[in-house]
């Protein structure tokens, strides 16, 4: 079984959500976007570990709601879609199921998970008759919070990751194996030997048995005392107990000592191993319904981690989710880093916001069909670049397999940094954003509370594919570009980028007259991987004019949005 989409109705400030899910997802976003919430609301869906809905918590303040649920839709295979009672059998063998928290309607009651019928009507009747079904019947969810505390995940007098994977070897082996005979037959030895040891005085187990029976005796009654080996949980509970070794010392440390990096990957660890050896468990002879399902739902992988070993961890949860049967991973991230492992499968990243003008949570993701239209879109440029006998199109550049390839390698780490900003301002080339990082850190260009990203677009010939992407996934942009006189090929260029402006998301497009060096009076080399150094020199060394520096400024200011421009007089230093 796997989890396929998500849909919410008036959970925290989401007022309508609507989200697709792939066997590993990404949710991404400026803070405060409702990454959190999402997640949430699927925990509220299973009440794991008493995670409940709280209604002076969980409705959303800004208005009054009647209704408040979350709806979770589900693709099965053959064997659990031929178990599935009749009357939830759906259409593609999906299973769709709605759990209310605030029900304005008599026949569905709060905290009650119903099922789509087979004629895709919400059906009136509990899921399988039961109100907490959830915990059987659509799987189990894995939590691991932003902040979480090692011993969560490794007590074993209570529900851990730890205990579980220690029971799901234990009771195999108390079943099968010697080792536990041997036990057991010592456990007796040991009962039959210390039942008849004293204590100084005389007292003795047999003792206290014969003493007792003797009061019991009138009542035709005996009492023994019985010495019973422990079952496996038993064992696991009293008998077992854990140790961290320090292999710089030769001794073993408290999990304190160790850093924050080294828990959030121990407790991974834990879950990973577990989905390894929980053994597979032999096929049920009966029709009921038991899908095997776990969604790991994991808050800022990222944390404590330093980025080698964030995109260890990326590969190993994208790797736990396609080569693990019945594991999906679902995770909120404020990392490059994750979203850059990602970027070969753009659909699978789901990017949240706060409407501008509502302040409701929004999402944006590219589905198939979004897909393929951008692709197409894209391809544009090959038929402009025809139109010129000097230029040569690739053969490979036409496939339209080659668009998922170019933005896989171009949203490196850095770049990827446009998932989370609130404003990205594309330019063509490392230069321009060498020089406006430079202005901004010099506090000649006020964008104090834009939450900026400046994104290269490896030349004019892509910015067209950037403001795509985009305005795909709701990120406000502008573009700051070289007209290059609209000469020959460039007036065609210029075209298609003004063709690709968005009236929701395209702040607005600026255009450079001839170009950067032009505009600046710069003297830059003509290999292009030297014109940063080269351009920055020339600053520092203060070889570029004042009045052409702030006439720079202003125009990239102008290209920002009006509401967190700042400070346009600010005095040019």
């Known amino acids: 079984m796997e989890l396929r989409n998500v849909k919410i109705y008036n959970f925290r400030g989401i007022s309508e959500l609507d989200v697709a899910l792939d066997d590993y997802s990404l949710l991404v976003g400026p803070n405060n976007a409702g990454k959190s919430s999402v997640i949430d609301a699927i925990r509220t869906f299973y009440e794991k570990d008493g995670f409940k809905f709280k209604k002076e918590h969980d409705l959303p303040k800004g208005y009054e709601c009647t209704d408040s649920w979350v709806e979770l839709t589900f693709q099965l ?317 690739h053969p490979d550049d036409e496939q339209a397999d080659m668009e998922a390839i170019k933005y896989f390698l171009w949203l490196n780490p850095d770049r990827s940094n446009l998932f989370f900003a609130n404003h990205v301002l594309l330019v063509e080339g490392p230069t321009e954003v060498a020089i406006i990082n430079r202005l901004i850190d010099d506090g000649k260009i006020a964008s104090d509370e834009v939450g900026l990203c400046v994104v290269d677009c490896f030349g004019k010939y892509n910015v067209h594919r950037f403001m795509k992407l985009l305005t795909a996934m709701g990120i406000s942009h502008s573009v700051i570009y070289d007209d290059d006189d609209n000469k020959t090929i460039h007036k065609d260029i210029n075209q298609l980028i003004t063709d690709s402006v968005d009236s929701h998301f395209t702040t607005c497009v600026r255009s450079l007259s001839g170009n950067l060096e032009k505009v600046l009076d710069l003297e830059l080399p003509k290999q292009n991987h030297r014109k940063p150094q080269h351009a920055l020199f020339q600053y520092e060394s203060g070889r570029i004019a004042r009045n052409k520096i702030d006439d720079f400024c202003r125009l990239v200011e102008s290209s920002l949005p009006k509401n967190a421009t700042l400070l346009r007089a600010r005095l040019r230093i």
């Open 77 to 393: 295979n053959d064997v659990e879609y031929g178990s599935l009672a009749d009357e939830y059998k759906g259409t593609r063998k999906q299973l769709r199921l709605r759990k209310y928290f605030l029900s304005s309607s008599t026949e569905r009651k709060a905290g009650t998970i119903y099922g789509y019928n087979s004629e895709g009507e919400l059906s009136e009747n509990h899921f399988y008759g039961a109100k907490n079904v959830q915990s059987g019947k659509v799987g189990d969810i894995v939590y691991i919070p932003a902040i979480s505390r090692v011993d969560e995940h490794t007590k074993l007098s209570g529900p851990s990751a730890l205990r579980d994977l220690l029971t799901s070897i234990m009771e195999s082996v108390v079943k099968h194996g010697q080792a536990y005979d041997d036990f057991s037959e010592s456990v007796q030895q040991f009962s039959e030997a210390i039942h008849e040891e004293a204590t100084e005085d005389q007292r003795s187990l047999a003792g206290l048995e014969s003493s007792l029976n003797e009061m019991l005796t009138p009542w035709n009654s005996e009492f023994k005392l019985n010495f019973r080996p422990p079952s496996a949980a038993e064992t696991i509970k009293s008998l077992l107990d854990w140790d961290l070794i320090d292999n710089f010392h030769g001794k073993p440390q408290g999990i304190d000592y160790f850093g924050s990096g080294f828990q959030r990957h121990f407790i991974f660890s834990l879950i990973q191993l577990g989905s390894n050896y929980a053994g597979k468990k032999p096929s049920s002879q009966t029709r009921d319904f038991t899908p095997s399902f776990k969604l790991l739902l994991f808050e800022e992988p990222e944390a404590f981690l330093h980025p080698p070993q964030q995109e260890i961890l990326a590969r190993s949860l994208m790797n736990l989710a396609s080569s693990t049967d019945n594991w999906q991973v679902l995770c909120a991230t404020h990392s490059s880093n994750f979203v850059s492992k990602n970027t070969a499968n753009i659909p699978s990243i789901v990017r949240l916001r706060h409407a501008p003008s509502t302040g409701v949570i929004e999402n944006f993701q590219i589905n198939a069909a979004h897909w393929d239209a951008i692709v197409n879109e894209n391809q544009k440029i090959n038929a402009i670049v025809k139109k010129h006998p000097k230029e040569v199109v």
